[in-house]
Every structure is written in structure tokens, then in C-alpha cells.
T-cell receptor, first 112, second 110 residues
């Protein structure tokens, strides 16, 4: 079965360190997204991609970057982790621009 | 940012009771989705509504899209413990981006 997987599921890091969260989907979807989830804010869009070599900023993109070198993967990088980036991060993909979002199980990041 | 406010934020009810969750915005959306999320998992789609005034039913869940496509509601009849979870609405704007609501955490007590 097709799926979307995230790794690591849990990570603790220190302020200032670079962190990369991996996202891999086997749906062959062109559209991929990264969200962060915080209590009281729901899910907020960080970055998204509509295809290989395409990346776009979402509403909370500061301090984050993504790259899309193939269809299956959209890694999220925190260049210099800050305590405000402690959150649960979700990767998602969808087949078309208005369709169902398929989510990974989330990556819980703690920045000390 | 196109803010989607959900109310209530938290809801705890007894099994068998009815409830309604609201999702409101000042922005117009071309479609709206409802997701349910369980602890430790990602959200899963329940329904998509597209037309203003549209009503969709999924067993004991009834979803309505407002006439002006700015708001939506989710009504659950005779809630069951299995309905426990975080309910999220998500509106699709003209830029084809989904903006998520603030979430409603529902607990159904047996």
C-alpha cells in the first residue's frame, strides 16, 4: 500500500543546531506540504512543493527550508533551531491541488 | 493569513449526547474539508464540501457548508467514545492552499 512516512518520530536538539526532518511518500503525488501543529493554532503551513525543483513559502516559513530533488521526498531543514520551533511537524501529500491531504504520523521536535 | 476559528476549543460530553462544532472565517473558500486526528497520528479526511449550503452526512456526522462559503459546522448525533479526537476544518482558498482551523478537541465519556 502507498504511504507517507516521516523520520525521526521524536527528536531532541539544542538551540542553534541544524535539524532535518525527512518525509517520504510512495503515492507518487506531485504536491507535498510541511505543517507544524501547536495547541491553539491548529496546523500552520511552513513550506510546500508542487513538483520536482518547485518550493514555496507558507505562512510560517521563517527559519525553515525545503528542497525537492525527486517526487518522493521533501525534507524540512531548520538551519539554526530555536526554542520557538519546538512543535509537532506533519508532512502531507495530495494528488491534485484541491484533493484530500494524506498525512504522515508526525515528528515531535523539542529544542532545548 | 486567513484565520479559521473553531468553537468550542474543548468539548467533553457523555456518550449518547449530541454536539455541534463550528468553523468560522471572514474569508470565502472554494471548498472546505473536515479532518479527525487521533493522538500520535496525522489527521484523516472525513468529508469535503464544495457548494454553498451543501449538507453531507457520514453515518452519525452531518456537515454543512455555509451559504456564503465562509463557515461550516459539524454535528454529531448520539456521540460514541470512538468519536473522541481532534476535529479540524480546512478551507481551500483561491491560491489552492488549505488553511486549517484552530481545532476542537472532543472527548466522549462512556
Amino acid at each position: 500500500d502507498a504511504e507517507i512516512t516521516q523520520s525521526p518520530r521524536h527528536k531532541i536538539t539544542e538551540t542553534g543546531r541544524q535539524v532535518t526532518l525527512a518525509c517520504h511518500q510512495t503515492w507518487n503525488h506531485n504536491n507535498m506540504f510541511w505543517y507544524r501543529q501547536d495547541l491553539g493554532h491548529g496546523l500552520r503551513l511552513i513550506h510546500y512543493s508542487y513538483g520536482v525543483q518547485d518550493t514555496n513559502k507558507g505562512e510560517v516559513s521563517d527559519g525553515y527550508s525545503v528542497s525537492r530533488s525527486n517526487t518522493e521526498d521533501l525534507p524540512l531543514t531548520l538551519e539554526s533551531a530555536a526554542s520557538s520551533q519546538t512543535s509537532v511537524y506533519f508532512c502531507a501529500s495530495r494528488q491534485n491541488r484541491a484533493g484530500e491531504l494524506f498525512f504522515g504520523e508526525g515528528s515531535r521536535l523539542t529544542v532545548l | 493569513t486567513q484565520l479559521l476559528e473553531q468553537s468550542p476549543q474543548f468539548l467533553s460530553i457523555q456518550e449518547g449526547e449530541n454536539l455541534t462544532v463550528y468553523c468560522n472565517s471572514s474569508s470565502v473558500f472554494s471548498s472546505l474539508q473536515w479532518y479527525r486526528q487521533e493522538p500520535g497520528e496525522g489527521p484523516v479526511l472525513l468529508v469535503t464540501v464544495v457548494t454553498g449550503g451543501e449538507v453531507k452526512k457520514l453515518k452519525r456526522l452531518t456537515f454543512q457548508f455555509g451559504d456564503a462559503r465562509k463557515d461550516s459546522s459539524l454535528h454529531i448525533t448520539a456521540a460514541q467514545p470512538g468519536d473522541t479526537g481532534l476535529y479540524l476544518c480546512a478551507g481551500l482558498n483561491t491560491g489552492n492552499q488549505f488553511y486549517f482551523g484552530t481545532g476542537t478537541s472532543l472527548t466522549v465519556i462512556p
